[in-house]
């Protein structure tokens, strides 16, 4: 992880380590013990006086450590975690807490409610579907730019598949039903899934095709991170929409143009 | 900021602190200096052997520390930015450069290469704005789950207000028109901006447009923190979409229902 030390400057102390610690101060690196302070003293003083302890919460920079870790592992926190904090929550936690069991920080630490919301495609805007954005913000932090391409690629393969695959082992509730949505847009993608199910938004059944789906979101961005760390990965989709529609946008134009949206000038 | 003590792990030893601190080893609690390691010594050491000095990364939890900043001052940051990084990037790194140089960490660390994938509606999708991915960033982390409404209000006022509104001192191109999107989309947005001003995806003038909502938004989002940060943030915009629609949705259903896009079951 290049950067990391460059990235580190000073913080306050906890207000309660002025006085025990008085005349002591803390260098600008992290946890630093010099020699002769040995390993049992120090996690003495922690562990007797933890709110004297000096915390250096710095951000690593992208890559973050990665190990492989189970498409379906993630993908079965996904499914259970959905019914904590929807969709974008749902997929962070399915793949960074498999990596945290597995690699530790910063994937422990990550704070979920800071992504939460992504829901509903922004706050129930049905705009990007927030598994997508979760699935975004787990490459991006992962692999930085290089997540660019993995999310691209993320995002034409929901927009092409029929979902949700996962099988949860104990369901919350029973579907029948497996759509395309041919659009990343919540609002089209759970649409055309109600309408195929014949169920409404605030139903137990829509509800269970929405955790499913963070479910597979969250197996098919592990299976290219994996992939990623093998040195295998190649995207499978390397458009670029904006050069491609000479404006952004995804490939269901005639959704809306054909029924007499005006098209944009010079297309 | 709660929690934080609850959060710290232990984290690896870089590689190379191994040889130099032999038999010393570290607590729990990051960066630790015992009653008679002074500061002239630690500080020593820290300049003296940089890369012997152990960091602590983990993410604090939401709320962060925030100060009120000047809102065009991350309005001009975010500017400048959006021709470095596009949309997301610029808006997040308009508050959090603003914000480092008042509070310092975790701002300064934060990792932008990390939410560049936002732009163009999620890597040129057309679906979200980049600009209010960086605005959810923003405010999710900084207020967790109280961001939500202020997103929520920041999605609401961007669908209905004239933009861009942020002029720049020294702009790259020179633009005619202000437009209402009335659509969170990037495809909406940016259409029918380029429609009223008669230009192409690819001009200066699109990007100077794009540059100048990004302003705008950072400017947006920093004014309700400051509101937030004094106690008086009132959320503008109280609606549930999902609620008033019986779906996610935005507030622009007749641009396409009208035209003859099926409706949903039970609309």
């Known amino acids: 992880m290049k950067g990391k030390e460059g990235k580190v400057s000073r913080r306050e102390f906890l207000a309660a380590t002025a006085g025990f610690f008085a005349g002591v101060a803390v260098g600008s690196g992290g946890l630093l013990l010099l020699p002769g302070c040995t390993q049992k003293t120090a996690e003495k003083q922690v562990n007797t006086g933890a709110e004297k302890v000096q915390i250096k919460e710095v951000i690593p920079k992208p890559p973050w450590k990665y190990e492989k870790i189970d498409p379906q592992k993630a993908a079965q926190i996904a499914y259970e975690s959905w019914y904590e904090g929807f969709c974008t929550y749902a997929v962070v936690k399915g793949v960074f807490k498999a990596l945290g069991e597995k690699v530790g920080e910063p994937y422990k630490s990550f704070p979920l409610e800071a992504i939460r919301w992504g829901h509903g495609g922004v706050v129930g805007w049905g705009t990007i579907c927030g598994t997508l954005t979760g699935a975004g913000i787990v490459t991006g932090f992962i692999a930085g730019k290089e997540g660019e391409k ?118």
């Open 150 to 267: 993995m999310i691209n690629d993320i995002v034409y393969w929901y927009s092409t598949t029929e979902l949700p695959i996962f099988e949860p082992k104990n369901p919350k509730a029973t579907i029948k039903n497996k759509s395309v949505s041919n659009s990343p847009l919540c609002h089209i993608s759970v649409g055309r899934w109600m309408k195929k199910e014949n169920v409404k938004f605030f139903s137990p059944e829509r509800k269970e095709r929405c955790a499913r789906l963070a479910a597979d979101v969250a197996a098919k961005t592990v299976e290219i991170l994996n992939a990623w760390k093998d040195g295998t990965y190649k995207p499978a989709y390397t458009v670029s929409q904006a050069k491609k529609y000479q404006i952004t946008a995804q490939n269901n134009c005639m959704d809306c143009h054909a029924k007499g949206v005006p098209p944009l000038p010079g297309t």
